[in-house]
């Protein structure tokens, strides 16, 4: 039996309050293994909360940061020492046709994102010393991975919402207690 094999039946005024019906998220949950003939009767009960009551209501399986990785070349890196840039950093540098002297092709930066901060170039005492990868201060990148129920975006604009109140709240009380002191 599968989550597909659920049947809602809407129970006062619920079919006009869920004109779309209800149904579970994913059609492919296994709930039991039954044998030929055999069949279950199920009674559900769904309560709507948030993850503060309990951690059953996240709609967030990962949520992480990290800083803005900044990726420099101190010189220019030309030719084979250029393929294995690309190569022990993929995504973050492309090779580029150059007409400089003896060189075909270099290497440039075009999406420092992409850095994974492996800093596998360091293998190579060539670009250990024309590499250098730190991080901007001021600049995070926020993960956020929704397990289905609520859109990433819509927990993140939610999560800003109630952070919002809070700060207002915090200021709402220090006012308050400085015109307590005042008095």
Request: net charge positive; with cysteine.
């Given at each position: 039996m599968y989550s597909r094999d659920l049947e809602w039946v809407p129970q006062g005024n619920q079919k006009e309050k869920f004109a779309d019906?209800?149904?579970p998220v994913f059609d492919d949950i296994l709930i039991m293994?039954?044998?030929?003939g055999q069949s279950?009767?199920?009674?559900?009960?769904?309560?709507?909360?948030?993850?503060?009551?309990?951690?059953?209501?996240?709609?967030?399986?990962?949520?992480?940061?990290?800083?803005?990785?900044?990726?420099?070349l101190l010189h220019e890196v030309y030719d084979d020492l250029a393929?294995?840039?690309?190569?022990?950093?993929?995504?973050?540098f492309n090779i580029v046709p150059c007409e400089e002297g003896s060189h075909t092709r270099k290497a440039v930066v075009v999406n420092p994102y992409a850095c994974t901060m492996s800093r596998n170039f360091?293998?190579?005492?060539?670009l250990k010393e024309i590499v250098r990868i730190t991080r901007e201060p001021d600049h995070f990148i926020f993960s956020v991975?929704?397990?289905?129920?609520?859109?990433?975006?819509?927990i993140v604009a939610e999560a800003i919402r109630v952070l919002r109140q809070k700060s207002?709240?915090?200021?709402?009380?220090?006012?308050?207690?400085?015109?307590?002191?005042?008095?």
């Open positions: 019906g209800i149904r293994k039954l044998r030929p279950i009767e199920l009674e559900a009960h769904a309560r709507k909360s948030v993850g503060k009551d309990h951690a059953k209501y996240s709609p967030v399986s990962t949520a992480s940061y990290r800083l803005m990785p900044k990726v420099e393929d294995e840039l690309e190569m022990v950093e993929p995504g973050v360091m293998k190579n005492p060539k991975e929704s397990v289905g129920m609520i859109p990433a975006s819509t207002e709240k915090i200021v709402r009380l220090c006012q308050e207690q400085k015109e307590k002191e005042n008095i």
